[in-house]
């Protein structure tokens, strides 16, 4: 299958499969500050069309698709809204910082496979520079009826201070360790399936869990026909295997958190990476199947690294 990419000039890319937009990747979008500014994945298709991303949500309204969303990052917040303080819940500051794009360095599409790759300058909401950021992103079609997004990013440290990478739950929240790569789900995905490499569960069942992968099997309005999203955590990521913030319950969502109960601190001049696949798959392929997408994203690791 055939992948192509639609540039819209310093806004976004939207990558198709045949007839179907399989995601856009907005890089420069028109986000409010408070919501912290930052590129982000929606929609998000199976290779039939099935819509597997939330945007802007009310009750989130800084939940966009699929985005690399910080909300710790020493004394600045990378994730939108309000900040955790403990002993004062969340607390409105003005620290809502911005990951900014600065120039595309790829953009190809050929055959089943699809990439490109930009630099962003991260700011706190005065101005100020905090990180240097080159991100790359890939699409590959497995089959006919899955596909594998691939997030690298290497973030340095341009602050001159040591920034401490964390999450509510490192402030005192227990059990709110989420930041990293969160992906929001569709409404319809609500009281869905959470599977590890270990188990299955629902609702708050395996939000903590310590975990290689993770994936989501949620069922669509209107068709009643089944979606799977698998999120899989590469082996050279720091904390790896990380502990998972995940829920079915109230929304659809995961995140492979590395920073869920422990802080990562970044001295300045210093840098650090992070690599994810993520397999979108028509269909619920049951416990098996689904373990089965997995070791395919992970073999798509690998393979990027071979």
């Known amino acids: 299958m055939t992948l192509k990419a639609n540039h819209a000039l310093d806004h976004s890319v939207t990558v198709t499969a045949g007839d179907v937009e399989l995601f856009t990747y907005t890089y420069r979008p028109d986000t409010p500050t408070l919501e912290s500014p930052k590129p982000y994945l929606h929609p998000i298709r199976t290779l039939t069309g099935d ?10 309204v800084w939940h966009k698709g699929i985005a690399w969303s910080l909300p710790h990052v020493g004394p600045h917040n990378f994730w939108g809204g309000p900040t955790y303080v403990h002993g004062q819940f969340y607390v409105q500051q003005d620290n809502n910082g911005s990951a900014v794009h600065r ?5 190809s599409a050929s055959g089943d496979r699809a990439e490109l790759a930009h630099r962003l300058d991260w700011f706190s909401q005065a101005g100020e520079p905090v990180i240097d950021e080159h991100r790359a992103l890939s699409a590959t079609v497995l089959d006919g009826a899955t596909w594998v997004l691939t997030f690298d990013t290497t973030m340095t440290n341009v602050s001159g201070e040591t920034l401490n990478i964390g999450s509510p739950t490192t402030k005192g929240r227990e059990n709110a360790g989420y930041g990293g790569l969160f992906w929001r789900g569709p409404r319809s995905f609500t009281g869905g399936l959470v599977q590890s490499p270990t188990g299955t569960g629902s609702g708050n069942d395996l939000r903590g869990t310590r975990a290689e992968w993770l994936a989501f099997r949620g069922r669509h309005d209107e068709t009643g026909t089944a979606s799977t999203v698998v999120m899989v955590d590469d082996a ?4 790896h295997p990380p502990l998972w913030f995940v829920r079915s319950e109230e929304f659809a969502c995961i995140c492979p958190a590395p920073f ?3 802080e990562l601190p970044v001295p300045p001049g210093t840098t650090v990476r992070f690599r994810y696949a993520v397999v979108v798959a028509d269909g619920d392929r049951g416990d098996e199947g689904t373990a089965e997408l997995a070791a395919r994203g992970r073999d798509l690791l690998k393979a990027a690294t071979a």
Do not use: I, K
């Open 51 to 60: 819509l597997v991303s939330l945007y802007r949500p009310h009750d989130h």
């Open 236 to 239: 050279g990521n720091p904390q």
């Open 260 to 262: 869920f109960d422990e």
């Open 103 to 107: 120039e595309l360095t790829a953009l």
